[in-house]
């Protein structure tokens, strides 16, 4: 059955006090969990992402490397511009509709509305109302309401394209100002259909949810270290976290020698359980002879990714009496924040001599310690 998302992101944030949708969560803007998320749970035909217009430029630049075949769209001043210019970009027979700041939902919720979608026009998950409700005037209890009769409404809501988006154009038409695109349904006389939906799949409103959400993700935080050593070698490049030093020496190895990435790709790979550099890409591979060793990082990088696993920020120390690695610390961290796809704040690179001790006193070689700290973006299934 194909099947075209919507995702709705171009309000204004007006409660929120800032755009919560860019809010950065542990390096990533929250809809790109939203988006995450929804694409683990099912394979939508289109992908649509409706964007305020001030931000279309932020979203391409963080949200396109990870999402190639995402479609952004601009939004408009009512929810039924911005929803009706995605579903118009829509070309399937039917059409989720979510909310961007609802960045938890869970696949069985997707799997949900879809299912239900083959036998009825129009579809939402809903929750039953769990606190008592009142109504109230001021700070007074007027009377209590009937809960039992009562549904919390999530997204993502499923619709047959056709008739949401005639809804939506009579809406446009009236100026009719609503906050679910089921209401829509019921203003013409339709039905919508409940599904159950979840708990976790709550909206982004208040600063105090952000709190929320970043609590649920650090119970995904994995780390991980990596250590190297290499030998100098006359005659060899110096290359470290890919960038070029001159230097008298160089290092051995049977890639270029970088022996910072190597260490960083370790500590990746040990903090998402994928094994280590020497099994992925073994020294009696003639391919890997010479490689870039960044290279090999964008492929341990693109792995983790397709695992669910996100670099959150790394730290390395390189062990060295020369070179000295502040010099040119501003162009490896540039490189290596770009390679990880995150923020250059969040990669810390170091240089510390062993005080004229042992090898690396002798200046027989350089070691690396890298300690990094991933994220595993689960879709949660509870
Ligand atoms: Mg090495």
Redesign the pocket.
């Known amino acids: 059955m194909k099947v075209d998302i919507v995702v709705v992101a171009a309000g204004s944030g007006s409660r929120f006090g800032q755009d919560k949708i860019f809010f950065e969560l542990y390096g990533k803007p929250l809809v790109f969990y939203t988006l995450h998320n929804l694409f683990s749970s099912y394979h939508f035909e289109k992908k649509i992402l409706v964007l305020n217009p001030r931000k279309i430029s932020e979203g391409e630049k963080k949200l396109y490397p990870f999402f190639p075949d995402l479609v952004i769209v601009e939004g408009g001043n009512e929810r039924t511009i911005s929803v009706l210019n995605g579903v118009r970009e829509s070309v399937s027979d039917y059409v989720l509709i979510h909310d961007g700041a609802r960045p938890f939902v869970p696949s069985h919720v997707v799997e949900n509305v879809v299912k239900a979608l083959r036998d009825w026009y129009a579809v939402t998950p809903a929750e039953p109302v769990r606190d008592t409700v009142k109504y109230h005037e001021g700070e007074f209890v007027i009377r209590t309401l009937d809960r039992s009769s009562l549904k919390s409404i999530q997204t993502p809501q499923g619709f047959r394209r056709d008739i949401i988006r005639s809804a939506l154009e009579d809406a446009l038409h009236e100026g009719l100002i609503y906050t679910d695109e089921t209401t829509l349904i019921e203003e013409r006389g339709l039905k919508a259909k409940f599904v159950p939906g979840s708990p976790l799949n709550f909206k982004i409103t208040y600063e105090e949810d952000v709190k929320m959400a970043e609590r649920i993700l650090s119970s995904n935080l994995r780390s991980g270290i990596g250590f ?1 050593i ?1 030998r100098f070698s006359k005659g060899r490049r110096m290359v470290l976290g890919g960038v070029d030093i001159p230097c008298e020496y160089g290092l051995a ?1 049977h ?1 270029d ?1 970088d ?1 910072l990435t ?1 260490a960083i790709i370790d500590a990746l790979l040990g903090a998402s359980s994928l094994g280590d ?1 020497g099994e992925l890409f073994p020294d009696s591979d003639e391919r890997f002879r010479d490689i870039r060793s960044t290279i090999l990082l964008e492929r341990v990088v693109s792995l983790m990714e397709g695992r669910g696993f996100f670099p959150v920020n790394i730290d390395a120390v390189v062990i060295t009496e020369r070179p000295k690695i502040l010099k040119y610390r501003d162009g490896i961290v540039k490189n290596l924040s770009r390679i990880l796809r995150i923020p250059e704040n969040r990669v810390s690179v170091k240089g510390k001599t062993a005080e004229k001790m042992g090898f690396v006193g002798r200046k027989e070689g350089l070691a690396v310690i890298a300690n990094a700290l991933v994220m595993e973006v689960k879709n949660a299934n509870g």
Do not use: L, N
Request: glycine share 24%; aromatic share 0%; no cysteine.
């Open positions: 190297d290499h190895g890639s020698g022996a190597h550099i």
